[in-house]
């Protein structure tokens, strides 16, 4: 008997990430770490195998090592599966043709052999560099119970915002009668969350004609789903009420760490109901020193404190010592904080080396922008590096004199 897959996810993960400027120079954005102990594509796998998809392809383009390294097999996620599992899918040399993906429509497009290989009756589409967490299998039921050949997960966002997003314009059922893109004046608060339910064989009709259009930009937003709208298919919305947040610049990344904070955090990652994989290092218990302090932060396994940690999430193996503080900060993997440093309001990337005496950062209610380090860097002993600045290499600065 030939086996099938009911649904497959595609996830997008090839995203070059330039609004995170130093922390994207090497990596991917969906690999750029999050919350202390994952990194951003931790959540729409997680969703996937806890919505009960088994089958993703995930497609890579943009500094794709680390990615790859990290997804493996897919074992963390319980995706290493003999039938479907987790693969990898980068761009390929085709007996007609090679080339980069050149959108997002166009990146489904070069993998349809695959999506075809399980004979799906539908494809969820996903974007690699969200944080949430989501019951697919609830919006599949949806898309079932209406009939629709696509349905847009959406989220109610401030009608100011709206025009940073594909806007779904609705009728009181959630059809949708209209879709824009990023509209100057949107009509609308609903906006277009970049996942995507599709009855299998109409993706594959518009994928076929949208590459065959040459003054098409490959794109769903702005080419495959109007064609569907202009075509009369019908198009459902499917409104998502949780907690969303779209993590492709510092300040929303910054802010998404700070929802993990607090006694009833914004965002929760501890549910043992919707469990979030991840692959984490071997590490030991972290350490606290007799005269640590630390204050409404995510301290994560292998960190070593000494000094003052407050209002901050530190990844694996962090160490922060004697006289060294760090305020409303997310500090990655393997960072040392040298005595007598003072880390602020900053994003410091993994394996970086703050010396003795210097300063990063200045305090958020100064209005200072976040300051950012990239990784694999030094900055030396007693300088400082101010708000905002954005640095990808050693740093030796103006020595800071006080």
Excluded at 24 to 34: D, G, L, Q, S, Y
Excluded at 176 to 205: C, D, H, R, V, W
Excluded at 275 to 284: C, E, Q
Excluded at 320 to 341: F, H, L, W, Y
């Amino acid at each position: 008997m030939f086996r099938k897959k009911e649904c497959v996810a595609m996830l997008l993960a090839g995203g070059q990430g330039s609004r995170l400027y130093a922390l994207t120079n090497n990596i991917a954005k969906p690999a750029v770490a999050f919350g202390a102990k994952y990194r951003i594509i931790d959540f729409p796998l997680s969703n996937c195998i806890n919505s009960g998809i088994d089958t993703v392809g995930v497609l890579t383009q943009y500094q794709p090592l680390e990615l790859n390294e990290y997804i493996g097999n897919g074992q963390p996620w319980d995706l290493d599966r003999a039938f479907g599992g987790v693969h990898i899918l980068s761009p390929y040399q085709a007996k007609k043709k090679s080339s980069w993906y050149e959108g997002t429509a166009n990146a489904i497009y070069q993998n349809m052999n695959f999506m075809k290989k399980y004979n799906p009756e539908y494809v969820l589409i996903l974007s690699g560099d969200h944080i949430y967490k989501m019951d697919y299998a609830a919006m599949l039921k949806a898309h079932k119970q209406t009939g629709a050949d696509c349905t847009i997960a959406a989220i109610e966002v401030p009608l100011k915002e709206a025009s940073r997003f594909g806007v779904l314009n609705t009728r009181p059922d959630g059809s949708i009668y209209e879709f824009e893109e990023k509209p100057k004046q949107p009509k609308s608060n609903l906006a277009s969350m970049g996942i995507y339910i599709f009855t299998a064989k109409k993706l594959y009709q518009y994928l076929e004609a949208d590459e065959a259009d040459p003054d098409s930009s490959k794109d769903f937003g702005k080419d495959v789903l109007p064609a569907m709208l202009n075509a009369g298919e019908k198009m459902q919305s499917y409104l998502f009420k949780g907690y969303w947040k779209d993590v492709g610049t510092i300040s929303s990344l910054w802010e998404s760490n700070m929802d993990l904070l607090g006694v009833k955090p914004a965002f929760d990652v501890s549910d043992p109901d919707w469990k979030i994989h991840s692959r984490n290092p071997l590490a030991p218990p972290e350490y606290l020193g007799e005269h640590a302090i630390v204050t409404n932060s995510l301290i994560a396994l292998g960190c070593e404190i000494e000094g003052t940690v407050e209002n901050s999430v530190l990844a694996t193996g962090v160490i922060v010592e004697e006289g060294a503080t760090v305020t409303d900060s997310v500090i990655m993997a393997g960072t040392v904080v040298k005595k007598g440093a003072r880390v602020t309001y900053s994003i410091i990337d993994e394996n970086v080396v703050i010396d003795d005496g210097a300063t990063v950062g200045e305090d958020k209610e100064t209005n200072a922008e976040i300051a950012v380090l990239g990784r694999d860097l030094t900055v030396s002993a007693g300088v400082k590096v101010a708000g905002g600045q954005i640095i990808d290499k050693d740093y030796k600065g103006e020595t800071n004199h006080g």
